[in-house]
C-alpha cells in the first residue's frame, strides 16, 4: 500500500457520497415546494456556516490536501456557486481534480514537510502524515458531516449509508 | 512511518477532544440550569440518535477500529452511560485501551483482511487500509462531528478548533 492509497480513496469516496446527499436534498426540496435557497441557506447555529460553505470547503480540504501533499500548486476554486446544481458541478470539479493525481506523486509524501496556514497570520509546518491525519482529513470529514447534519435537520430522507456512499 | 502512525494518532486526537467538548457542554448546562440529561438527550431530528448514543458510537468505533485491525479481541463496552461525567470516563477508558497498543501489532496490518458486520446478518471483508479510511475513520469523524453539531445547535460555544482539539 501507498501513502496514495491512504489519501486519495478517502477523499474521493466522501465527495462522491456528498453529490448523492445533494442530489436528495434536491429532490426533497422540489417535493416540499421548498425555496433550494433556504436549504443551501441553514445553519445549525446562527454563527455556523450554512449548507453552501460546508459543501465549499469539505470541496477545498480535499483539493487542498492533495495540493499540500504533493507540492503542487494549490487550486482556485472561488466559492460562487449559489445553487444546488452548482454546487454538484463543483465537487465533480474537485472530484476530478483529486483524480487527476498519480500515485507516484505521493511517494515519500507521508514524511516530508507541509507547511499550511493555521490562522490569519501564522503558518505551521507538519510532516505529510501528520497533516493528513491531524488537520486535512479531520476538517474535510467535519465540513462533510456538518453538510448531512443540516440536511438531516431539515428532513432530507438521509442517513449514514448515504454518508458512506453505502447508498 | 508505520499503519500504526496512521491509525492511532487520528483516534486518540479526536477522543481527546471530545472530552473537551462534553466538559464545555457540561458546564453551559450548569450555568443555564439544563438539565444534563436533556442535552445528552438531544437529537439534530427525532430519528437520529442522541448525544449520549453520539459519542458511545465514537468509541466503539476507534476501539473496535484498532481490535480488528490487529485482529484483537474485541473489547466490551455496554453502553450504560448516562451522565457527562460517565461518557467522559468512558472516552478516558476508549483512550487507555487504544493507548495500549504496540506499533508493532499494526505491522503489515494494513494489507491483512479484516472482516466486520455490515448490517445484521452479514459481513464484509476488506484490507486493512481500505477497512480503515472507508469505514472505520469516516464512521468515527460521523458520530464526533455529529457529537459536536448537537451540542452546537444547542448553543455549546464550542467550534472547529476545539473539534480539533486546538483549544
Redesign the interface.
Known sequence: ?SFY??VV??YL??LNSLIGLLTKAEAHCAARKIDPGVMLGSR??PD?LPLSKQIQLASDFAAKGCARLTHSELPSMPDTEKTFEELKQRLAKTIDYVKSFKPEQFAGA??KDVTFPAGPDRTMTL?G??FF???S???F??HA??A??IM??N?VEIG?RD??GAN
Chains 1, 2 share one sequence.
Do not use: I, W
Request: glycine share 6%; charged share 15%; aromatic share 12%.
Open positions: 500500500m492509497d491512504a480513496p478517502a469516496q466522501m445549525l447555529f455556523m507521508e514524511a510532516k502524515q501528520q491525519s491531524a488537520v482529513l479531520p476538517n470529514y467535519f458531516t456538518t448531512h447534519g438531516r435537520h428532513g449514514k454518508f458512506l
